[in-house]
């Protein structure tokens, strides 16, 4: 399975210089917030596949002006295609703004999808805005990453996380991708491309996406 990962900066490869089938190769689309609503209505429509998304902390034109035809994954566990996919938007708390949390209010967001998590067996990739601690954070309070998505990595070891909110053109050269305890972190401001080989999914439910709440579940065809 291909899935482009966006997140921060709009690819211009990917709107104002868009060519028809450009997007045909992707199964699935994760943002990793902080991008215009409009940008991820454009991708859905073009690339005929789903875009699941997580909010950034600049994220609050969402609550007006939603992406259309795509899906919020904020705290939900959902799992397309046999891939278990945890959405935790949000960065930590420097303002008071929105999508903004303390390290307690991460920790006790994670706690409450631990059901799940045991449910579903764990997770294969976690989609969040704001790094783990110390893995692809910066120095300044409004982009250190957070221990409770060190200690989620710890705990469930997923082959992927995906975050956005360190740009890359940051002055503290941010790294595009590393290794943690058999976890991939990979910094998708912009866009980047992962792909599970066939065979690696824990189990395949074919073009189906599953939503996982905490009364029901429901099935959702594409």
């Given at each position: 399975m291909k899935i482009l990962t966006i997140s921060d900066e709009e690819s211009p490869a990917l709107?104002?210089?868009y060519t028809p089938g450009r997007l045909k190769e992707y199964d699935l689309i994760l943002s990793s917030g902080d991008l215009k609503a409009k940008y991820l209505?454009?991708?859905v429509t073009m690339a005929r596949c789903p875009l699941l998304y997580i909010h950034g902390n600049h994220d609050v034109h969402y609550q007006t002006d939603r992406p259309e035809g795509c899906e919020c994954i904020e705290d939900m566990l959902v799992v397309y295609n046999g891939v278990r996919i945890l959405g935790l938007g949000g960065c930590r708390?420097?303002?008071p703004g929105r999508h903004q949390y303390s390290e307690a209010e991460m920790r006790r967001r994670i706690r409450k999808l631990r059901w799940k998590l045991w449910r579903s067996g764990g997770v294969d990739i976690v989609v969040t805005h704001a790094p783990p601690a110390?893995?692809?954070d910066s120095d300044d309070p409004a982009h250190w990453g957070f221990e409770a998505?060190?200690?989620l990595l710890d705990k469930y070891h997923p082959k992927y996380l995906v975050h956005g909110h360190v740009h890359l053109s940051y002055g503290q050269s941010p790294v595009r991708e590393l290794e943690y305890n058999g976890t991939t972190i990979v910094n998708t401001t912009g866009k980047y491309e992962l792909e599970i080989p066939e065979g690696e999914h824990p189990e395949r439910h074919h073009n189906q996406l599953i939503w996982k709440t905490q009364y029901r579940d429901f099935y959702k065809d594409y």
């Open positions: 709107w104002d210089y209505t454009f991708l708390r420097y303002n110390g893995l692809g998505l060190r200690e």
